[in-house]
């Protein structure tokens, strides 16, 4: 009886050791298998919002070596008018599940501060919130498709 008690003990203690080798390590996902044992401690995650700024057209500067104004007039009208880029490169989503609706449509006129879309880099999936109040021109990104850091997402008319 002593003999089990003090295996369950152990056990217990050999999972407070992975919780503190965990935490100090910062890791996400520790599993332990022995014998019949296993163990697995997951971290949870705090889903609190993170703000991201989206920069409207013009408020980033790129450093770009512009050969002739000929050039450059040729790539501007990829998107014509006032878009919404993205603040980071990631997967973008629309919308917060595959079964939700997406959080803005063509044509929905959104207020600054409101969710437009979702970016995952490095399994976190940050909100991305509109900077201004607009309307909703053109869905410019694929759903599930990674972007680049300041990409169009979104073409809008204030």
């Known amino acids: 009886m002593k003999k089990t008690t003090k295996t369950q003990e152990t056990a217990f203690d050999q999972v407070q050791k992975f919780y503190q080798f965990m935490n100090s390590n910062k890791l996400e996902v520790i599993e332990f298998s022995k014998d019949s044992t296993y163990i697995k401690l997951v971290r949870k995650h705090n889903n609190?919002?993170?703000?991201?700024?989206?920069?409207?057209?013009?408020?980033?500067?790129?450093?770009?070596?512009?050969?002739?104004?000929?050039?450059?007039?040729?790539?501007?009208?990829?998107?014509?008018?006032?878009?919404?880029?993205?603040?980071?490169?990631?997967?973008?989503y629309r919308s917060p599940s595959p079964s939700s609706p997406p959080y803005v449509r063509e044509g929905d006129a959104i207020k600054e501060g409101q969710v437009i879309c979702v970016i995952e880099a490095m399994k976190v999936f940050n909100e991305i919130k509109a900077e201004f109040n607009c309307v909703i021109e053109k869905v410019i990104q694929e759903n599930g498709k990674a972007l680049e850091p300041n990409a169009d997402m979104f073409r809008v008319k204030r």
């Open 48 to 92: 609190a919002v993170h703000q991201i700024p989206v920069f409207a057209p013009g408020a980033i500067q790129q450093p770009a070596a512009k050969p002739s104004s000929a050039s450059a007039s040729q790539q501007a009208p990829a998107v014509a008018g006032e878009t919404i880029k993205a603040p980071m490169s990631g997967i973008f």
